[in-house]
């Protein structure tokens, strides 16, 4: 099984997802995503333009969505790896200072779980740290 | 308070609602609160306002910008002028006259935010107001009693301690509990003479507003301005101001980073409220009678399920002895299974709606995560729909999963009704799973030996530990986290620090020079 598998992407988005992060492009330039966890909004994939949130050096970077790098918080990250992170949207309100707000609309991390081959792959191919962008 | 939204026309409310006749009514529009009067917003937006009871618009309120944080700012800076500079015997006095004010209202209160936020009236009746009320009156006290100190450095050479408000301070507001959230920070910023700016969530704006019409008489025009609308848009501009002295956040991580680097930006403290996955756990010697301690214990267990589980405390993992534990759980899902579901203005519904559709759907994707990964359901798990009136509203089954704590339903803060559920063997196997998280908020032990819950208490990383008791909120206790869980501390006399300066005068009696030069 694990000779199939090749390349596996760690965060994906949906088309509804990626028409929203393309309108904000249109209005904010280029952006970035921060997966968030904790209170209230948390756990939501938080869209900055870029630039605006510093990324640390220990921030993980998943890859890039629609052309738009997501991070995750190191730890955060430790506990969510087994996972791939889709990205999607829903009607909604608010979540943090992140750019969809006002649209009436919000990112929604949708997850499913790497299967042994995918795992296999993944755990091969760590993910960088850092900004990668600069 | 002949004002733009006091004009306004009435709210379209539930008709479930009808026979509540509020003090204060619902209004269909809602404008800032700036200076002590409704302000429109400058650029003239509003956004609409759902009811999360039944999904349906209930008003509009005021989509801000930073044109509108800079007004609010500018009263509080005007205000600030005197205001600081008010003796705490003044400042105590109106604190307790805004707390027999909200006593005066409380079901007007409890009403509409339960309207606005779709929690069950008993808790807003009961815990959410109540707690209001007793947080304005503990800090006028806390004030009164504050003293600053003297250091004697020698015999002629005093140290003089003043406590100095820090000014005017930001306040970001989450949406779990509008108005009792807004006075964990206004109470003791107020008591410390500082004026404030305060951005409230954009899911549930309205009960802040019935507020400050409430005590518009008692507070003085700009020492709490009101600024609604989108985090993006006020939040931002409020955090990012370099017209605020310290700026108050609850939330969650990623924000919470966001709010620290514009705070370093303009080198001003912060203190953040980021949330946790709190254990709560339960030692075999719970189950050796069946008397009201046990009882208690399974209450404690079912408090997940308070306020819709939308407490950054909500005891989300419960860890159970091996021992007793299938004895322990049939019981416990028992219990949840009565959890009264419904219409939140019923007194008698225990668990009301979701306070939004974003809320509702990553609850429902979490589920499907917890499915996906392997926990097994016990309870729940499904969206519920009620009937009539209530069917677009946003409500959840109370859930229970049984899994590992390594699974992301352990790990994450879902803010819903669901509980995920261990075993552990020990002592020490419960501490490490209990702290096998990233956060370290709140946490619960229950057991009937002293001994086993001091050391627990202690072991456990968390800022609050519950000791046979849960979700109790005095506000002469320290509330605060660990970790991830945020920096400072809520509620409490300490408190007051967190918006005060220290001034010290250095002071010399002695008229003789030191010699050097």
């Known amino acids: ?134 | 308070m002949s004002t733009v939204a006091t004009k306004a026309p009435l709210a379209p409310l539930p008709k479930l609602a009808a026979g509540f006749t509020p003090a204060i009514p619902i209004r269909s529009r809602y404008d800032n609160w700036i200076g002590g009067q409704h302000v429109a917003p400058v650029r003239g937006n509003y956004f609409s306002n759902p009811t999360p009871i039944t999904g349906q618009p209930l008003c509009d309120v005021a989509r801000s910008t930073h044109e509108d944080v800079e007004k609010a700012l500018d009263a509080a800076h005007a205000a600030a002028k005197s205001w600081n500079v008010t003796s705490p015997a003044h400042r105590a006095v109106i604190l307790n006259t805004i707390a027999d004010r909200i006593e005066a209202n409380l079901d007007t209160l409890a009403f509409i935010e339960t309207i606005d936020n779709g929690k069950p009236i008993r808790e807003t009746t009961h815990a959410d107001m109540p707690l209001a009320v007793d947080h304005f009156r503990y800090f006028a006290g806390a004030l009164r009693a504050q003293e600053g100190t003297i250091s004697e450095i020698d015999h002629d050479t005093i140290a003089y301690h003043f406590h100095e408000p820090l000014g005017v301070v930001g306040q970001i507001i989450p949406w779990n509990f509008p108005l009792l959230m807004a006075v964990w920070k206004l109470a003791p910023a107020l008591a410390a003479g500082n004026c404030v700016v305060i951005k409230p969530a954009e899911q549930t704006p309205v009960s802040i507003m019935a507020f400050m019409e409430l005590v518009a008489d008692i507070l003085p025009p700009g020492v709490v301005n009101v600024v609604q609308g989108f985090g993006v848009e006020a939040g931002k501009p409020l955090a990012s101001s370099p017209r605020i002295a310290k700026i108050a956040f609850t939330g969650e991580t990623t924000t919470g980073r966001l709010i620290m680097q514009y705070a370093s930006e303009n080198l001003i403290p912060v203190t953040l409220e980021l949330g946790g996955k709190s254990p709560n756990v339960f030692f075999a010697d719970v189950v050796e009678a069946d008397d009201d301690f046990f009882d208690k214990a399974l209450e404690g267990f079912a408090m997940f399920a308070l306020n819709q589980g939308e407490v950054c405390t909500c005891p989300s993992r419960a860890l159970v002895q091996d021992a007793i534990y299938d004895r322990f759980m049939e019981r416990a899902v028992a219990r949840t299974k009565q959890i009264v579901e419904g219409n939140p203005l019923d007194a008698k519904t225990m668990i009301g709606a979701q306070a939004s559709n974003d809320q509702l759907e990553k609850i429902l994707s979490y589920l499907d995560i917890g499915k996906k990964e392997g926990a097994k359901v016990l309870t729940g798990g499904e969206r519920r729909i009620h009937p009539g009136e209530l069917k677009d509203g946003y409500y959840v089954q109370p859930t229970i999963f049984e899994g590992h704590n390594r699974m992301r339903i352990f790990q994450e803060e879902i803010f819903g009704p669901v509980l995920s559920v261990t075993r552990f063997k020990d002592f020490d196997d419960a501490l490490a799973i209990a702290n096998d998280t990233l956060y370290g908020l709140g946490a619960g032990v229950w057991s009937r030996d002293a001994n086993t819950c001091y050391r627990m208490g202690r072991g456990i990383k968390a800022g609050r530990v519950w000791t046979n008791c849960y979700h109790a909120y005095p506000a002469h206790a320290a509330f605060g986290g660990y970790k991830q869980s945020g920096i400072g501390r809520e509620t409490h006399k300490m408190m007051l620090d967190h918006y005060q300066q220290t001034k010290n005068l250095l002071v010399s009696y002695s008229p003789k020079k030191l010699g050097f030069f």
């Open chain 1, 1 to 134: 099984m694990a000779s199939h598998v090749t390349d596996v992407a760690r965060v994906v988005i949906t088309p509804e997802a990626e028409a929203v992060l393309r309108q904000l492009e249109a209005q904010h330039g280029p952006l970035l995503f921060h997966q968030s966890g904790g209170c209230c909004d948390g756990s939501a994939a938080m869209c900055y333009p870029r630039g605006d949130f510093r990324i640390g050096q220990r921030d993980v970077y998943l890859g890039e969505i629609a052309g738009t790098p997501f991070y995750i918080g190191a730890q955060q990250f430790e506990y969510w790896q087994h996972t791939q992170l889709l990205i999607d949207v829903v009607p909604g309100r608010g979540s943090g200072f992140s750019l969809e707000a006002p649209l009436g609309v919000r990112f929604l991390t949708r997850s499913r779980v790497f299967d042994e081959a995918e795992q296999a792959w993944l755990d091969a191919c760590p993910p960088p740290r850092g900004p990668q962008d600069e």
